[in-house]
C-alpha cells in the first residue's frame, strides 16, 4: 500500500467499487456489456439466430480454454497451468492422428477417452505440484514442451479430416446450438463443484494452503483434482476445436495458453489464488472474443489485434485494479 | 559439511554426501557444475565432432544468446516477478537493427531508438506491476502482445534490411576477440556473467533487489525504494533482451519477427535449472549461466543424437521435471507453519 | 466421519481420567534438539496451561499434537489405550479428537466466515453437514464467543485480526474436540471476548472436555487453568496443580534464574520538544488532540485492539496520514512520508518480525544494515567490513547470539532477530525510536535486554515512544502512559501513579476516579 489516502469522490464510484470487491467478476460483465453494443453498433446482424450457432462455435474454444486455466490458478500456491494450450492442441492432434485414423472416429469412443486424457494430463500437472512440490509454473512448463513435441510426433503436418458428427457441434442439432452441447455440460461440471464442498477446500487452499491444511484439508488432493479438472475442460476445449476446424494442426494449440489465463485474471481470477471463479473466465473470455469481433467488423487490419488485445487487457487491469483499491478502502 | 575427522567417513558415505542435494552443495550450485561437466563427458563419448573446437564454440555462442536472454529474466525472478515480455522484446530490436541497418540509420542512431524502446517497455513493466499492483505475469503478457502487434504493424510481416558486416563478424564461429580465441559475443557474454555477478552481489542498489524480492513491505519500511527498483529491474531486463535481440540479426542476418519465441520459456527454464528460485531473493547470475549452458549442451546432444523436432521438445520436458524435482523441490507444508 | 470426535462425555467433573498421555516425546530440527523426552499427561475435564519461554519448545510440542509435525521418538497413549507415534497430518490428528488453533491467524481470505469455519471438516466430496446446521452451529458459536460477532456471510478481508481470531476460534469450537489446543489464540482479542471464550472453555470443561491453554499472560494462566506444565529448553521442568504454584514460581522455573527488573532508572528531567502533534484527528469524527514528545522521554501506548494507538505511533513517523491535523518536528515541517521522518531522526520498528521486519533468506548483516548502506558504500559498492564493525557496535548492549554475520537471519532465534531489527535503527543515530510492540514473541532475557536499551537510550537523550500489548511493561518503563479508546488518547496516566489496572480500566473507557477502589492489582 502507497502512503497516500485516495480521495474517494461521489457515492457512485464507490458503490461500483464496493460492488467489484464483492464480486470478481462484475468488472468484466460491464465490460461485455459494453463490448456487446458495440459489436450490434456496428454489426446489427451480430446476434441474428441464424448465424448464432456459428458465431457461439467460434469462440467455444476460448471459452472453454479459459474455463480450463481457471481451477489451476484457485488452488494457489503460484498455481497456473501454462500446458493448457498444448493440451487443447494435442486433443486435437490425438482425434484426428490417433483416433479417426484407426477408425475409432465415432462419439461413444473419442468424447470418453479424449476427457480420461485430458483428465490423466492434468492429474499428472497436479502430481507434479502437489507431491513433487514442483513450482506450477515450472512442472505445466514441462509438460507444455512434452505436449508440443507429442503433437507433432502424432501429427507431423496439419491434415485430416474430423469425423463427421462433430460438424454439428460447430453448427447446431435442430434448434440447439452446437457449441452448448459441449459448454452446457462442462458449465454443469463446475456448478456440480460449486455446490460440494470441494469448491471452499478449493479456495481455502488457494488463499493460504497452510489455514486450509490445519482446518483438516487434503490440501494435496484438492490440488490435484484442480488440475484434472482443468484437464477435462480442455480436453472439451479441444473437442470445440476439432469440431470448428474440421481437421488436425499440431500447431494450434500453444496460443491458447495465454490467452486463456489473460481471460482467467480478466474475469477477476487473482493470480495468487483463493479467489475468482469460472463465471468470470467465461464472461472475459467471451469478452476477448467480442474485441476481436469487433475488431475484424470495423476492419482494422489483423496486425493490430495483437496490440489492441495487449492494450485493452492493460487498460482494463488497470482500471479493475483502481476500482478495487476505492472499494477496499470503502470498506 | 564433511567432517573428516569422523572415523565413519568412508569413500561410499563420501561420495554420496557430497551428491546429496544438501542446501550446502545446492549454495556452491555443485549440482550444477557436475552437470555441465557430466554432460559434456556425455556428449563428447556419444556423440562424434561433439568436443571439437567449432562445436563448443558454437555452442558457447548459443548459450550466450541464451545466457543474455535470461539476464534480464533472472533480475525479474530475483524480485519475484517473471517476464514474459523477453521474446517480443528480443524481436522487435532484432528487426530494430536490420531495418534501420538497411534504411543506413547511423549506427549509434539506432542503438539509441533501441534503447529508448527498451526503457518505454521496461517503465510501463515496471509502473504496472508495482503502481496498479497487477501482477507481472499478466503485465508482461500484455506488454508482449503489444510489441508482437507494433511489431506486425510496423512491418506489415515483412521485415526488411539486414545485419551489418560488424555485427555478422562479432557472432560468427571463426571470430577472434582479440588475443582471445573466442568470438567476440561469447567473450561479451562472459564479460556480462562476470559483471553482473559481481554487481548483484555487491552492488548496494542492486541488493534492493534482493530485499524487494523479499519482504516489499520490510523494503518499504527499511527505505528502499521500491518502485524504483521495479522499474529498474524490467528496465534492465528490456535492455539485456535487446542486446540478445541485436546479437541475433548477426547471426541470422536479416530481421525476423518471431525470433524470439524459443527464449519465451527457455529463459525461465534457464534461469529455474541455473537454481535461482522463483521466490524471488535468492540466487544469482552466474548460476543462470549454468543453466544455459546446461540446457545447450543438452539441445546440442539431441540434435547430435538426430531428435527430431518433435522428440527434442518432449526431452526436453521431461528433463525439466526431472532436473527440478531432484534439485528444486518446495517445502512441504507443515514446515511452513 | 471426519471430523467426528472421539471419546464418551464425562457426566461427573470429579471422574477424570488421562486422555493423552505423552510419553518421551522428542524431536529435533537439524542440529537442534527442539524437544527432548517430554513426557505428560492432558486430562479430561481440565484446562492444562502450558507455559515456557519462546524458545522452549512449545510451538513444536502443539505441532506435533496437532499433526503438523512427527516425533522423532516418543509415543502418545490415548484414554483407550490405543498408542499412537504421530500424526500423518492436522486431519488424523481431528479423528482422535484434537484440534489446534494455531498462534498464527490462519485465514483463507477468499472464504466467508462460515466457510472459514467448517472448511476441512467434510470429507473430500461429501458435506460433513447440512448447510443449515452448519450455519446454525457456527452463528450460536461466535454468538457465545462474541457480544459482536461477525456475520456469517462476511468476507474475512473486511474482519480485523480480532474478528479473524473469533473465526479460527469458532472453527476449532464447532468440532467439539475432546482436547482444543489454544496457541497463544487470544492476542488480538478485547478483554470482553477474552472473558467468554474463558467462559466458554469452562462449560467445555463441565462437560468433561480438555484444554491445552498456551500463554505468557501469568494472570490468565493462573485464572483458569486446572494445572500447569512448564517447559524450558525443549524439556519437562515440572506439571503441578495451578492451586499450588504463584506467578513468580512459574516465572522462574521458566528461566531458570531470577528476573532483574530494569526500568528502575532515576526519572530525569526531560529535554527540549522533540516532536509536536497538533489537532490530530486519527477517524473521521474522532476528537482530535494534541501531543508532546521531549528528548529523553519514554510515551507508552496503549489501547484494545483497533482503537487507534496503532494509527498513531505510525503518524509519527509518517506512516498514517491523520485525517487532520498534522505531526511536525522542531524545524516546522509536517511528517508526511517514513522518508521524511527518517531524515528527521524518527524510526520505527515494526510489530510483526515475519511479515514487515526480516529480509528472510538474507543474511544477518543485511537485515542489519539495509536501511543505513549509505554508511558503508565506497563508489556503490558495499563494504563488508564496515558493516561488520557498525554491527558490533551497535549490537553490544543487545547482546545478539549469532553464528556468523552471513548466516541468514533465520537462523536465530526470535528473540536475536527482533534484537537485529531494532539495531538495524538505532545504527542511524536517530533521536525518537517508536516501537510496535517490541517485545511480543520473545523470551524473557531478550525483553529484560530490551528494556534496558530503552533506558540506555533515554538516558542519552533519545525520545521513545512504545505501543505494548502487555501493560505491566508500560507501568514499569513508561514516564506516562497515553491510553487510546475510540481513536483519541482517553487518559494519560504518569508514571508516578499509573497502574495496570487504571491502564485496563482506560482501554475500556472508565476512568479511574469512576470506579470503587478494587484491592490488588
Not at chain 1, 177 to 189: E, F, Q
Not at chain 3, 10 to 37: D, F, H, K, M
Amino acid at each position: 500500500m502507497t502512503d497516500a489516502t485516495f480521495e474517494i469522490r461521489g457515492p457512485g464510484l464507490r458503490s461500483i467499487g464496493k460492488a467489484t470487491f464483492a464480486r470478481p467478476w462484475m468488472f468484466s460483465a460491464l465490460l461485455f456489456v459494453v463490448l456487446l453494443v458495440c459489436n450490434l453498433l456496428v454489426l446489427p446482424g451480430f446476434l441474428a439466430a441464424s448465424n448464432f450457432a456459428a458465431t457461439l462455435a467460434v469462440g467455444t474454444p476460448w471459452v472453454l480454454a479459459a474455463m480450463a486455466a481457471t481451477p489451476s490458478i484457485l488452488s494457489g500456491g503460484g498455481g497456473i497451468d501454462i500446458s493448457i494450450g498444448p493440451l487443447i492442441g494435442f486433443v486435437n492432434v490425438f482425434i484426428i492422428g490417433v483416433l479417426v485414423a484407426n477408425g475409432l472416429g465415432n462419439p461413444a469412443i473419442v468424447i470418453p477417452v479424449v476427457i480420461i486424457l485430458g483428465v490423466a494430463v492434468g492429474t499428472v500437472n497436479g502430481i507434479l505440484v502437489a507431491y513433487v512440490r514442483l513450482q506450477p509454473i515450472v512442472a505445466t512448463l514441462g509438460m507444455y514442451l512434452l505436449l508440443v513435441g507429442l503433437a507433432l510426433v502424432v501429427l507431423p503436418q496439419p491434415g485430416g479430416t474430423a469425423p463427421a458428427w462433430m460438424v454439428g457441434l460447430a453448427g447446431s442439432f435442430g434448434p440447439v446450438p452446437g457449441a452448448l452441447v459441449l459448454i452446457v455440460p462442462a458449465v454443469g461440471v463446475w456448478i456440480a463443484i460449486y455446490r460440494s464442498p470441494f469448491h471452499r477446500a478449493l479456495l481455502g487452499t488457494g488463499s493460504d494452503d497452510r489455514a486450509a491444511f490445519t482446518a483438516g484439508v487434503n490440501t494435496q488432493l484438492v490440488r490435484v483434482c484442480a488440475y484434472a479438472l482443468g484437464g477435462f475442460f480442455a480436453a472439451m476445449a479441444g473437442i470445440a476445436l476439432t469440431a470448428l476446424v474440421q481437421s488436425g494442426d499440431p500447431t494450434l494449440g500453444s496460443s491458447f495458453t495465454l490467452v486463456a489465463i489473460s481471460a482467467a485474471v480478466l474475469g477477476g481470477t487473482s493470480v495468487a489464488g483463493g479467489v475468482g471463479g469460472i463465471t468470470g473466465s467465461i464472461i472475459a473470455a467471451l469478452d476477448i472474443y467480442l474485441i476481436q469481433e469487433l475488431l475484424s467488423a470495423t476492419h482494422v487490419p489483423s496486425f493490430w489485434i495483437q496490440v489492441v488485445y495487449g492494450a485493452i487487457l492493460l487498460i482494463s487491469l488497470g482500471i479493475n485494479s483502481v476500482i478495487r483499491t476505492l472499494g477496499r478502502k470503502t470498506q | 559439511m564433511i567432517d573428516l575427522k569422523d572415523d565413519n567417513v568412508s569413500p561410499i558415505s563420501f561420495v554420496s554426501r557430497l551428491v546429496r542435494f544438501n542446501s550446502k552443495t545446492r549454495e556452491l550450485a555443485i549440482p550444477q557444475i557436475a552437470s555441465v561437466l557430466l554432460l559434456f563427458v556425455f556428449g563428447a563419448v556419444m556423440i562424434q565432432s561433439y568436443a571439437t573446437k567449432s562445436s563448443i564454440i558454437s555452442m558457447l555462442i548459443i548459450a550466450s544468446f541464451l545466457g543474455l536472454a535470461a539476464a534480464g529474466q533472472t533480475l525479474v525472478v530475483l524480485l519475484g516477478g517473471i517476464d514474459l515480455s523477453i521474446p517480443f522484446v528480443i524481436g522487435v530490436a532484432n528487426v530494430m537493427m536490420a531495418q534501420f541497418n538497411g534504411d543506413r540509420w547511423p549506427i549509434w542512431a539506432t542503438f539509441v531508438a533501441i534503447l529508448v524502446m527498451a526503457v518505454c517497455v521496461g517503465v510501463v513493466n515496471g509502473l504496472a506491476s508495482k503502481l496498479l499492483s497487477i501482477h507481472p505475469l499478466i503485465v508482461t503478457l500484455a506488454t508482449g502482445a503489444i510489441l508482437q502487434g507494433a511489431l506486425l504493424v510496423w512491418t506489415g510481416g515483412n521485415p526488411t534490411g539486414a545485419a551489418p558486416e560488424w555485427l555478422t563478424k562479432f557472432v560468427s564461429l571463426l571470430s577472434k576477440t582479440g588475443p582471445i580465441p573466442l568470438p567476440p559475443i561469447v567473450a561479451f557474454w562472459i564479460f556480462v556473467v562476470i559483471v553482473l555477478t559481481v554487481l548483484l552481489r555487491k552492488l548496494s542498489s542492486a541488493r534492493s533487489i534482493f530485499a524487494v524480492g523479499a519482504n516489499g513491505r520490510a523494503a518499504d519500511l527499511t527505505l528502499v525504494r521500491s518502485t524504483g527498483v521495479w522499474i529498474s529491474v524490467f528496465v534492465m531486463s528490456a535492455i539485456m533482451a535487446s542486446l540478445a535481440g541485436i546479437a541475433l540479426t548477426g547471426f541470422s542476418s536479416t530481421g525476423y519477427l518471431d525470433i524470439g519465441q524459443p527464449y519465451l520459456f527457455a529463459s525461465i527454464a534457464t534461469v529455474v535449472i541455473g537454481g535461482t528460485s522463483l521466490l524471488g531473493a535468492r540466487g544469482n547470475y552466474w548460476r543462470t549461466a549454468l543453466g544455459a549452458l546446461m540446457f545447450t549442451e543438452i539441445q546440442t546432444i539431441m540434435i547430435g543424437f538426430g531428435l527430431s523436432q518433435a522428440a527434442q521438445q518432449v526431452v526436453l520436458g521431461v528433463l525439466i521435471v526431472a532436473i527440478m524435482a531432484l534439485a528444486g523441490r518446495g517445502e512441504p507444508v507443515g514446515k511452513r507453519i | 466421519m471426519s471430523g467426528k470426535v472421539r471419546g464418551e462425555e464425562v457426566t461427573s467433573p470429579i471422574e477424570s481420567r488421562a486422555l493423552y498421555t505423552l510419553e518421551g516425546i522428542s524431536r529435533s530440527y537439524g542440529s537442534t534438539q527442539a524437544l527432548s523426552e517430554c513426557s505428560f499427561d492432558i486430562r479430561s475435564s481440565e484446562i492444562h496451561a502450558l507455559v515456557g519461554e519462546n524458545g522452549s519448545g512449545k510451538s513444536t510440542l502443539v505441532k506435533l499434537l496437532s499433526g503438523v509435525l512427527s516425533p522423532d521418538g516418543g509415543r502418545i497413549v490415548m484414554a483407550d489405550g490405543t498408542v499412537r507415534t504421530k500424526w500423518k497430518n492436522p486431519k488424523k490428528s481431528a479423528k482422535d479428537g484434537i484440534f489446534t488453533v494455531f498462534q498464527e491467524t490462519l485465514v483463507a481470505e477468499g472464504l466467508s466466515v462460515v466457510d472459514n469455519i467448517w472448511m476441512g471438516f467434510d470429507g473430500e466430496f461429501r458435506r460433513g453437514l447440512p448447510v443449515a446446521e452448519e450455519r446454525r452451529l457456527a452463528a450460536n458459536t461466535l454468538a457465545e464467543l462474541s457480544d459482536n460477532p461477525p456475520a456469517l456471510d462476511a468476507p474475512t478481508t473486511s474482519l480485523d485480526l480480532g474478528g479473524r481470531q473469533l473465526v479460527v476460534i469458532a472453527r476449532a469450537l464447532v468440532r467439539d474436540p475432546q482436547l482444543l489446543i489454544l496457541d497463544e489464540s487470544t492476542s488480538a482479542l478485547d478483554i470482553s471476548d477474552r472473558e467468554k471464550l474463558f467462559d466458554v472453555l469452562r462449560s467445555r470443561r463441565a462437560r468433561g472436555r480438555a484444554t491445552l491453554f498456551i500463554s505468557h499472560r501469568m494472570d490468565e494462566i493462573l485464572t483458569l487453568s486446572d494445572r500447569i506444565t512448564v517447559l524450558r529448553g525443549g524439556l519437562v521442568v515440572v506439571t503441578q496443580a495451578t492451586s499450588e504454584t504463584t506467578a513468580s514460581a512459574i516465572l522462574s522455573l521458566m528461566t531458570g534464574r531470577d528476573m532483574e527488573v530494569a526500568g528502575n532508572r532515576k526519572r530525569q528531567t526531560l529535554g527540549a520538544t522533540v516532536l509536536e502533534g497538533t489537532a490530530l484527528t486519527l477517524r473521521e469524527n474522532a476528537a482530535a488532540f494534541d501531543f508532546v514528545l521531549r528528548a529523553g522521554e519514554v510515551v507508552g501506548v496503549a489501547g484494545l485492539e483497533g482503537h487507534g494507538q496503532d494509527d498513531f505511533i505510525q503518524s509519527l513517523c509518517g506512516l498514517y496520514r491523520p485525517v487532520s491535523g498534522s505531526v511536525k518536528s522542531v524545524a516546522g515541517a509536517p511528517i508526511r512520508t517514513l522518508r521524511q521522518a527518517s531524515q528527521l531522526g524518527i524510526v520505527y520498528v515494526p510489530r510483526d518480525r515475519k511479515s514487515e521486519g526480516i529480509f528472510e533468506p538474507l543474511s544477518i548483516l543485511e537485515n542489519f544494515s539495509m536501511p543505513t548502506r549509505s554508511k558503508y558504500l565506497s563508489g556503490g559498492f558495499l563494504r563488508s567490513r564496515r558493516q561488520r564493525k557498525a554491527f558490533e557496535q551497535y549490537t553490544q548492549d543487545l547482546r545478539v547470539k549469532y553464528g556468523s554475520l552471513d548466516d541468514p537471519i533465520v537462523s536465530l532465534s526470535g528473540g536475536n532477530q527482533q534484537k537485529v531489527i531494532i539495531a538495524r535503527w538505532l545504527a542511524s543515530d536517530p533521536s525518537v525510536v517508536v516501537l510496535n510492540d517490541p517485545t511480543r514473541g520473545v523470551d524473557q532475557a531478550t525483553k529484560q535486554d530490551i528494556y534496558l536499551l530503552i533506558d540506555r537510550l533515554c538516558s542519552e537523550g533519545v525520545s521513545v515512544v512504545i505501543l505494548s500489548t502487555e501493560i505491566e511493561e508500560l507501568v514499569v518503563l513508561a514516564d506516562r502512559t497515553i491510553v487510546f479508546h475510540e481513536f483519541a488518547p482517553f487518559a494519560e496516566l504518569p508514571h508516578e501513579t499509573v497502574s495496570t489496572r487504571k491502564i485496563v480500566n482506560a482501554m475500556f473507557g472508565h476512568h479511574s476516579s469512576e470506579l470503587p477502589e478494587e484491592a490488588g492489582i
